[in-house]
């Protein structure tokens, strides 16, 4: 088992409403290269999503539980598709059958994950994201950088964070975008 974070960021490490949905006076950054910058399988997560489960906060579940179900595109289909674990101390177990295979993460969300037998893929939910980092439980960082500072914003790694040694795996072009993929070094 592998936890998987995804995230669009910037040039300086800005993540913070890459699609303008939280009306950031600099948001939707990600979205101003077009929608085939961010649409389809950008972050290569390929059969990951076939035999994984994905990870939400309650902000994230929300907002993509607005947009998925209604696309029927083979990748949305996966998106769809994909178990859906939510963390969230507001919602009910009936607020997310409006996306299926939705579910509420039961406990400790780092005990939840660390008994997770599948791949745990996370997009966005930077507090989910700050808490596994602040466990040491992120085993790979998958980053769709984009050509834009903001200079402004919440940082996936922020200033006072933990100490973290990486590995390069791979880095490919995207559109306008690059895609990078770090796993936590040999310890």
């Not at 948001?27 to 961010?38: I, K, L, S, T």
């Not at 390929?46 to 035999?51: A, H, K, P, V, Y």
């Not at 984009?146 to 990486?166: I, K, S």
């Amino acid at each position: 088992m592998s936890v998987i974070v995804i995230e669009f960021i910037t040039l300086d490490g800005i993540v913070s409403d890459p699609d303008g949905s939280a009306g950031t006076p600099l948001g939707g950054w990600a979205f101003r290269y077009g929608p085939e910058a961010v649409a389809g399988d950008k972050f290569r997560l390929g059969t990951t999503l076939d035999e994984g489960v994905l990870l939400l906060g309650r902000a994230t579940w929300q907002l993509f539980s607005r947009i998925w179900p209604g696309r029927d595109d083979p990748f949305s289909a996966r998106m769809n598709a994909v178990p859906k674990l939510v963390a969230s101390r507001t919602l009910s177990a009936d607020d997310t059958s409006a996306w299926g295979n939705s579910r509420l993460l039961e406990g400790d969300l780092a005990d939840a994950v660390e008994r997770e037998r599948r791949d745990v893929v996370v997009t966005g939910s930077l507090s989910v994201v700050d808490r596994l980092m602040a466990a040491d439980l992120v085993d790979e960082y998958r980053l769709l950088t984009f050509p834009t500072v903001l200079g402004t914003g919440r940082r996936l790694f922020p200033v006072d964070g933990r100490h973290a040694e990486l590995e390069c795996l791979a880095a490919e072009r995207v559109g306008a975008a690059v895609l990078t993929r770090h796993r936590r070094a040999a310890r």
